[in-house]
């Protein structure tokens, strides 16, 4: 079992930056793909980022290539996203998510992830 909360969500205005972390119940040692959802009203939900904390290979949404990265701090057992470069069309719930035995790169894509936070709110103005 796995247990995600994720905190860092706020209002901002375009152009500005944000950070989220979802600190895990445990990951440290352990394989796991690890990742960052987001679900705007009205609009299904999609993958951000995800990373393999095993190696720390990661994967990006096309959208926000450049702009966002994911990252694992082991020793806290914390998974970050830096927001940066934020636009209107980022605002969303994001939700912090982990799975074992999964493909990250196919994670991205599916969504289908095994444990999920409650998330935090992202607020872009223009």
């Known amino acids: 079992q796995v247990q995600l909360v994720e905190s860092g969500g706020d209002s901002v205005q375009a152009g500005g930056s944000l950070r989220l972390s979802c600190a895990a119940s445990?990951?440290?040692?352990?394989?796991?793909?690890m990742g960052w959802f987001r679900q705007a009203p009205g609009k299904e939900r999609e993958g951000v980022a995800t990373?393999?904390?095993?190696?720390?290979?990661?994967y990006y949404a096309d959208s926000v290539k450049g702009r966002f990265t994911i990252f694992q701090d082991d020793a806290k057992n914390t998974l970050y996203l830096q927001m940066n470069s934020l636009k209107p069309e980022d605002t969303a719930m994001y939700y912090c998510?982990?799975?074992?035995?999964?493909?990250?790169?196919?994670?991205?894509?599916?969504?289908?992830?095994?444990?999920w936070g409650q998330g935090t709110q992202v607020t872009v103005s223009s």
């Open positions: 990373i393999y904390t095993g190696d720390s290979s990661t």
């Open positions: 998510a982990a799975a074992w035995g999964r493909s990250c790169r196919a994670a991205l894509e599916t969504g289908i992830m095994t444990y």
């Open positions: 445990r990951f440290r040692y352990m394989s796991l793909c």
